[in-house]
């Protein structure tokens, strides 16, 4: 606590706190620290996250965490009442399973933070998830975040399940590799979707853009870093056809809300607009223009 006191007040501007006894003993001062940006926590934490944090923080980060559901419930409340951007990264967490003696009391504490949340706007919060589970996606159903960075192909398969009730959500940042048709049912909310890094087939792409083009309002898609994968051997000529229907389906639809960023390309990526109504083109580099200089 000595050393902890030694901080009180002053503006170190990043923190980082290995153990869940230094998370203890600091959150006697972490409110004082009027220009902490930073802060990473690591260690297990159970019952209600009794964090204060200071009004500069711009992103806490969960590094190795283990914490019951009712910790990171009061985390994201605590969160939202900072009145400006914070990142919530969720690096490594492992939420713990109640415990059996106390599970009827600890889910009637999660049912009334979730209830709590509800009724919070969170949507200045950004939530990066590298490690998840359903359980942790259940958490954020039909809150109003407003940015949420999906890193692993196994992050998005989880969090499809509660996308669209996602009421806020202006922002989603892909990444993983993905295949077959995209199954993803988006928010009405969603303004922009970015595929960060992302290798994914053409079927999924075709199917991503007939998706975002039943939103009712003008929409980015940046496709940032996109490796588009050739046809499997064994089910060429199946995905062929797969591919020619969306296509088909591609050239009947009204494109023109879908501003499309590219920055990394590929002719077959380019093929894959050729015909369309989209509204908006921005290429971000030469080889880009170069290329769709053939369907322009």
């Known amino acids: 606590m000595e050393l902890f006191e030694i901080l009180r007040d002053s503006s170190i501007g990043i923190l980082n706190l290995g153990t869940a006894d230094c998370v203890l003993l600091a959150s ?21 996250c009794d964090l204060r944090l200071p009004a500069s923080l711009q992103c806490i980060t969960l590094a190795e965490v283990e914490c019951s559901s009712e910790w990171l419930c009061s985390l994201l409340i605590t969160l939202s009442s900072l009145d400006h951007h914070v990142e919530c990264e969720l690096c490594d967490v492992v939420l713990q399973p109640c415990e059996e003696a106390h599970e009827d009391e600890s889910h009637v504490h999660v049912s009334d933070l979730r209830s709590e949340i509800l009724s919070r706007d969170l949507s200045n919060i950004e939530i990066l998830v590298t490690t998840c589970s359903m359980e942790l996606f ?12 999906l890193r692993t192909t196994d992050c998005v398969s989880f969090a499809s399940e509660i996308l669209h009730t996602l009421n806020k959500l202006a922002n989603l940042n892909l990444w993983g590799t993905f295949t077959g048709r995209c199954d993803l049912r ?17 079927e999924w792409l075709c199917s991503l853009l ?4 039943s939103l009712d309002h003008p929409v980015k898609c940046v496709l940032w870093d996109v490796v588009l994968q050739s046809s499997e051997e064994a089910h060429g000529d199946e995905s062929h056809v797969h591919v020619s229907d969306l296509r088909s389906e591609i050239l009947s639809r009204d494109l023109s809300n879908i501003d499309i960023v590219v920055k990394t390309c ?3 990526l380019f093929e894959i607009l050729r015909d369309s109504s989209i509204g908006i083109l921005d290429l971000r580099t030469a080889d880009c223009v170069l290329l769709a200089s053939e369907i322009l």
């Open 28 to 48: 006697e001062i972490l409110h004082t620290l009027n220009k902490l940006t930073q802060l990473y926590l690591w260690g297990a934490f159970t019952s209600r």
């Open 210 to 213: 007939i998706t975002l083009s």
């Open 266 to 268: 590929s002719m077959k």
């Open 138 to 149: 259940e958490i954020l159903r039909d809150s109003s975040i407003g940015i949420l960075t």
């Open 186 to 202: 988006l928010p009405a909310s969603l303004q922009c979707i970015t595929l960060a890094e992302v290798e994914c087939s053409s």
